[in-house]
C-alpha cells in the first residue's frame, strides 16, 4: 500500500443528529452537515463487508428523489457503509477516519477480477470492473472521481492504484514506483485550505499501461494547473505547500546550515505572504508529525528513482523560493525600487549561483533589445515586489513540472514484455485515473477558484453526456421507449466561457494583452458581451453592497505585503457564475496579473544561466501548449543567447483550455467508470 504522509484520524462510530442536510437556495446538489455538528462514539464494531443496511442500489428504489436518497445514504453511513451505488455510479461518503476491516486482505479478495461477480458497493468494486474490461475488451478504461474539495477524491484515487496493481499481482519496482508517486506529488502539490487539511491544488491524470495479458508496463502521468500562487500567497487559516514544513521539521542541522534555513517563522511566504501576520495566526503546523512526513518523503523519492544529488537540488531549489520571498524593497532617491539592506540577496546569490550585482539588477529592474539597442526600465516598488513574486513562482513551477517529468521517465514502459506488446494488436491499454481539484467556493473566489470551476463544470457536462444523453440517444436508436429525463445542461456555460472570439477566456486574453487594461476594463468587457448574447443568461456582475460578507471586506483589505488599505481599490470589480453545483462570486482584481504570469526576460535569462546547473536546465526546458514543461535538456547546461522577447509565451487561461481538450481527448476514447465523493 501506498505511504499516506497525512496521519489519519482515530477510527470512531457516527451517530446522534441528522447528519445530511438540504444545501442553500441556490446551490443545487445533496451536502452533509459539518464534522464537528454530529457526536463520535468509539464503541462501534460493526463490519464494513457486512452489507445489510438500507438499499446497496439506490437505483433500485420505487421513488429516486432528494429525500430518498439522503435517507438512505444516512442509514448507511451511521452502519460504516460509506459506499452506495446508483446505477453505475459509486458514491463515496469521507468518514473522515479509519474503518477497520474495510480495505483489509479479505476486501481484497473478494473484489480481485478473478472472482467471482460481488454485488457489495466498493471502491474495490470499480477497480475490478475497470480491470476486466480491459482485459476482455483490451479497450481504454477511465476511473473520473469528482466531488468538492474535502470529499476525499484523491485517497480515492489512490485506494484505485493500489487495487489495480493488486489484481495484476504487480509487486515489483515499477508497481512501487507507480504507488508512490502519489503521496510523492501530494507532498509538492497538496496544501491545507480552510475547508480540507490535505487539498490538491492541481490535477492530474494517470495512465497505467497494461499489456495484453493484463500485465502492468508502465505509466504515465499528466499534471494541470498548479496553484503557483499559493507559493507566495495564501488565505488566513491556509498554508503554503507540504514539502516547506516537511522540510524545515526533518532537515539535517547541516542542511539547514548550508541552505541557510533557521527559524521557519522568518520566511513570509510561509506566513501568508504577509509581513505583519503573528506567529500564532501564520503557522500551526505539527512539527513531529512534519518530521516523520519529511522522512517518508525522502524514502519516496528514493523508491521512485530520485537520486541523492537530485533530492538535494530538490532542498536547494526550495530554499531559493523561501529566500526570494525575504526581499525587502525601498523607494530610492530617483523614485525607483531598491533592495533593503539585511534582504536575503547573499543568500540567494550563493543558493541559485548568480553573482549578487546581476540578481540585484534583475530584482529591480528588466530590460529589452529594441533595434539591436539594449532599453533598460526600473521597477516601482510595487513592480519590484510583483516581479519578485514571479520569480518564485516560476521556480516552483518549474521544479513541480521536473518531478512530475522524471516520474514519467521512471515509469514509462520499457523492456521486452513492451516490446512484445508492441507488436500485438490491441497489446497495449490503459487505465487511466482522474483526480482533479474538487469544486470550490470560498468567502475569497480569484482566478484559481474560477478554472478549478470551470474544470468541474467540463467534467458535469461529460458526466451528463454519459450518463443521460448519451443513454437517451442509445433507447431511440433501439426503438425502446423511455421516459425522458431532464437534467441541467450546462453546455451553453462552457461556450459562454471556452467559445472564440467571445468567450470569457478568449476576452480576459484580448485585455491582458492591453498594458494598461485594469479589472474595471475587463469587466465592462464582459458586460458589453453579455449584453450582446442571450445565452450568456449565467453570468451576472455584482455590486460590492450585494454580494455576502467576506474577510476582504469586513474592516478593510490586507495589501499583498501585510499594509491595511481601508479603500476598496484592491477588491473587486466582481461577478458570478451560477454553476451546476451553485452561484460562485468572483474577484477579478487579480485576474489580468495571473492570466499573464508574466516573467522579466532579464529574470529568465540569468535564471537560464545561473551556476546552478539544475536551476538552470529548469529554465532552459520548454513548456508545452498544455502548460507542462517538456522534457529537460541533459548534461551541463548551456547558456542562451542575449536577452530578448518570448514572443510565443501563452497566458495561463490559453494553457489552461488546451489542458482540458487534452483531458477530454484522453477520456473520450475510454469506457468511463464514475466515482461521486461527498464530503461530510
Given amino acids: 500500500m501506498s505511504v499516506v504522509f497525512r496521519k489519519r484520524r482515530s477510527a470512531v462510530a457516527i451517530k446522534g443528529a441528522n447528519i445530511f442536510q438540504p444545501l442553500e437556495d441556490g446551490e443545487g446538489g445533496l451536502a452533509l452537515a459539518n464534522q464537528q455538528d454530529y457526536d463520535v462514539d468509539d464503541s ?148 491545507k ?34 496553484e503557483k500562487s499559493r507559493v ?40 501568508g505572504g504577509i509581513r505583519n501576520l503573528t506567529r500564532e495566526s501564520a503557522i500551526d503546523a505539527d512539527m513531529a508529525d512534519m518530521k516523520d512526513q519529511y522522512s517518508s518523503l525522502l524514502s519516496v523519492l528514493s523508491t521512485v528513482g530520485f537520486t541523492e544529488e537530485e533530492t538535494q537540488a530538490l532542498k536547494r531549489t526550495l530554499a531559493t523560493v523561501l529566500h526570494v520571498g525575504n526581499f525587502e524593497f525601498c523607494e530610492s532617491d530617483s523614485s525607483f525600487a531598491a533592495i533593503q539592506q539585511g534582504s536575503a540577496l547573499g543568500f540567494v546569490s550563493q543558493l541559485a549561483g548568480i553573482a549578487e550585482g546581476a540578481l540585484h539588477t534583475m530584482m529591480i529592474s528588466t530590460q529589452t533589445i529594441t533595434r539591436g539597442e539594449v532599453l533598460r526600465k526600473n521597477f516601482t516598488t510595487e513592480k519590484a515586489e510583483d516581479n519578485r513574486d514571479a520569480f518564485a513562482k516560476a521556480v516552483y513551477g518549474r521544479l513541480f513540472g521536473w518531478i512530475v517529468s522524471k516520474a514519467n521517465d521512471l515509469l514509462k514502459p520499457r523492456g521486452v514484455a513492451y516490446e512484445r506488446s508492441k507488436d500485438v494488436e490491441n497489446g497495449i491499454s490503459e487505465v487511466g485515473i482522474l483526480d482533479i481539484f474538487g469544486f470550490e467556493n470560498f468567502e475569497q ?30 433507447y431511440e436508436d433501439e426503438g425502446l421507449h423511455m421516459a425522458t429525463i431532464r437534467y441541467r445542461d450546462n453546455s451553453t456555460l462552457l461556450d459562454m466561457v471556452l467559445g472564440k472570439p467571445l468567450g470569457l477566456f478568449a476576452l480576459l486574453d484580448e485585455e491582458s494583452r492591453f498594458p494598461r487594461a485594469t479589472p474595471n476594463s475587463l469587466l465592462q468587457k464582459f458586460s458589453k458581451t453579455k449584453a450582446a448574447n442571450t445565452h450568456w443568461s449565467d453570468f451576472e ?21 501585510g499594509s491595511l488599505d481601508l479603500s476598496s481599490k484592491h477588491h473587486g470589480p466582481y461577478f458570478s457564475i451560477n454553476h451546476y453545483a451553485g452561484k460562485v462570486v468572483y474577484d477579478s482584481f487579480l485576474f489580468l496579473e495571473k492570466n499573464r504570469d508574466t516573467l522579466s526576460q532579464l529574470v529568465q535569462t540569468n535564471l537560464e544561466q545561473c551556476e546552478f546547473d539544475f536551476l538552470a536546465r529548469l529554465f532552459q526546458g520548454k513548456m508545452s501548449r498544455t502548460g507542462s514543461l517538456r522534457r529537460i535538456p541533459m548534461g551541463k547546461s548551456k547558456a542562451r543567447g542575449p536577452v530578448g522577447t518570448d514572443k510565443g509565451k501563452m497566458s495561463v487561461s490559453a494553457h489552461f483550455k488546451n489542458s482540458l481538450l487534452d483531458l477530454m481527448d484522453k477520456m473520450l476514447t475510454a469506457q468511463p467508470h464514475f466515482v461521486r465523493c461527498i464530503k461530510p
Fill in 445 to 474: 473566489n480569484s482566478f484559481e477558484q474560477f478554472c478549478i470551476n470551470i474544470a468541474n463544470e467540463q467534467l458535469q457536462f461529460y458526466f451528463n453526456q454519459h450518463i443521460f444523453a448519451w443513454e437517451q440517444s442509445l
Fill in 541 to 561: 456582475t455584482v455590486d460590492t453592497h450585494q454580494r455576502r460578507p467576506t474577510i476582504a471586506t469586513k474592516g478593510g483589505a490586507l495589501t499583498k505585503r
Fill in 193 to 226: 485550505t480552510v475547508i480540507n487539511d490535505n487539498s490538491s491544488r492541481f490535477g492530474k491524470f494517470l495512465e497505467i499501461k497494461f499489456g495484453y495479458f493484463g500485465e502492468v508496463l508502465g505509466a504515465h502521468l499528466a499534471e494541470y494547473l498548479l
Fill in 44 to 191: 462501534c464494531d460493526s463490519d464494513p463487508l457486512i452489507d445489510n443496511v438500507g438499499t446497496q442500489d439506490l437505483a433500485t428504489l420505487h421513488e429516486l428523489s432528494n429525500e430518498a436518497i439522503l435517507v438512505q445514504l444516512e442509514q448507511r453511513f451511521k452502519g460504516d457503509l460509506i459506499y452506495t451505488n446508483v446505477g453505475d455510479i459509486l458514491v463515496a461518503v469521507n468518514p473522515f477516519r479509519d474503518i477497520s476491516g474495510l480495505y483489509n486482505e479479505e476486501a481484497t479478495h473478494r473484489y480481485l477480477h478473478t472472482a467471482p461477480p460481488h454485488s457489495n458497493p466498493h471502491v474495490f468494486r470499480v477497480a475490478q470492473q475497470a480491470y476486466k474490461m480491459l482485459i476482455q475488451s483490451h479497450k481504454n478504461q477511465c476511473c473520473v472521481i469528482s466531488g468538492e474539495s474535502g470529499a476525499g477524491k484523491t485517497e480515492t484515487a489512490k485506494l484505485i492504484v493500489d487495487h489495480l496493481l493488486a489484481m495484476c499481482k504487480g509487486t515489483g519496482s515499477l508497481e512501487q514506483r507507480i504507488v508512490q508517486v502519489n503521496p510523492l506529488l501530494e507532498a509538492f502539490g497538496n496544501a
Fill in 232 to 271: 507566495v500567497r495564501h488565505g488566513d487559516g491556509e498554508r503554503n505547500f507540504h514539502v516547506f514544513y516537511y522540510m524545515f521539521a526533518g532537515l539535517s542541522p547541516q542542511d539547514s546550515e548550508s541552505l541557510f534555513l533557521s527559524d521557519i517563522f522568518d520566511f513570509h511566504y510561509l506566513r
